[in-house]
């Protein structure tokens, strides 16, 4: 194996190493973080097509979906970040906020040096913005998902 292959490996996995310590929390943001890695997938397949930015280092290779990053850092970040702050949505926002700046500017700009990710007709500030909105939006589902299961459980 490579260098780079290692690397992407590594990214998919040393996440999940922290999931244990989620506890029950897992289940409870399993339907949002599922939810967003789903939008994030469709929007991975768009993006290799329109050419908004390329991984050049896929775990599978012949599959337009970069699952390294969304199945491994995306998915726990997302879990941890709603373990952290649902409950107040200003505090969510905020973390959403500075988490996916960093996500989309110095973390880009070294995977790029890296050679394993690149932006190309998408710029770093569109994808921060989609993924904000995208913030936005699981924060909605996850709390419309509580209120039917509580109103499951309380009949």
Not at 84 to 105: E, H, P
């Amino acid at each position: 194996m490579n260098k780079k292959m290692v690397a992407s490996l590594s990214m998919l996995l040393l996440p999940w190493l922290t999931v244990p310590f989620l506890g029950k929390s897992f289940f409870r943001f399993l339907p949002a973080a599922t939810f967003v890695n789903l939008f994030i997938t469709v929007l991975s397949v768009i993006a290799n097509r329109k050419k908004w930015y390329i991984n050049k280092n896929p775990l599978f290779p012949n599959v337009p979906i970069d699952f390294t990053y969304i199945l491994g850092p995306h998915f726990v970040a997302t879990l941890w970040m709603f373990k952290l702050t649902y409950g107040s949505f200003l505090k969510y926002l905020i973390a959403n906020i500075v988490f996916d700046w960093i996500n989309a500017f110095p973390f880009a700009g070294m995977w790029k040096r890296m050679g394993f990710f690149k932006f190309k007709k998408m710029s770093p500030s569109m994808y921060w913005c989609i993924t904000v909105l995208l913030a936005i939006v699981i924060y909605g589902y996850q709390y419309t998902v509580e209120k039917v299961v509580r109103n499951v459980k309380a009949s």
